[in-house]
């Protein structure tokens, strides 16, 4: 969040309710210095006193936030991109998407709604793709064909049918909201487990 933007939000905010600089100080109960360091951008307002002057100023703490979000749609699609490295290792399309999505989401606008939606379908395929495997591995540990519709199959036939169709729904997903965020649009990963709200 950039210092500079926040503190014209803030001056703006408190200029449109009226306020002065000290009234502004006085209903939010917080120091007037406090307030005119905020404005000039030399410190950031952070938790009890960003809610004293959202509250004093009608709106929401996010609100404030949201205003000082920049647009990068080149981050966007590089965070969906990022999750591409699953091909070299499942978890990796889970923890390089996190940790950029963990980075700047509450820098740039849209990444936080966008990186949860992305991280809850990469989670649900790793673990589809891990209860895939277990039940291959229990078919020939014991010795059980694994009924598919009418018939029965070995655990190989359905790695050999069913591995690469997860990879390309992946790979196809990644790629068409890759190109979705870069122009703008939401995301769309499903089906997912809903573990990041």
């Not at 926040?6 to 100080?25: H, V």
């Amino acid at each position: 969040m950039k210092n500079i933007d926040l503190a014209k939000k803030i001056k703006e905010l408190r200029a449109r309710k009226g306020f002065s600089q000290d009234e502004l100080a006085e209903t939010a109960k917080i120091n007037l210095r406090t307030v005119q360091r905020i404005e000039s951008g030399e410190t950031e307002p952070r938790g009890d006193t960003l809610k004293r002057i959202a509250l004093a100023l009608d709106v929401t703490p996010d609100e404030m936030i949201d205003w000082t979000e920049q647009e990068d749609t080149n981050f966007l699609m590089f965070v969906n991109l990022s999750a591409l490295s699953f091909i070299v290792f499942p978890l990796l399309g889970v923890i390089i998407p996190m940790i950029l999505w963990l980075s700047r989401k509450d820098k740039i606008k849209h990444l936080n709604d966008m990186g949860k939606r992305l991280l809850n379908f990469q989670i649900s395929w790793c673990v589809l793709m891990f209860l895939i495997y277990a039940l291959v591995m229990i078919s020939a540990i014991f010795h059980l064909p694994i009924p598919i519709l009418r018939g029965s199959i070995g655990g190989i036939e359905i790695l050999l049918i069913i591995i690469p169709l997860m990879y390309a729904l992946n790979l196809l997903l990644i790629m068409m909201n890759a190109y979705r965020s870069a122009n703008g649009n939401t995301v769309f990963y499903q089906p997912a487990l809903r573990i990041l709200k």
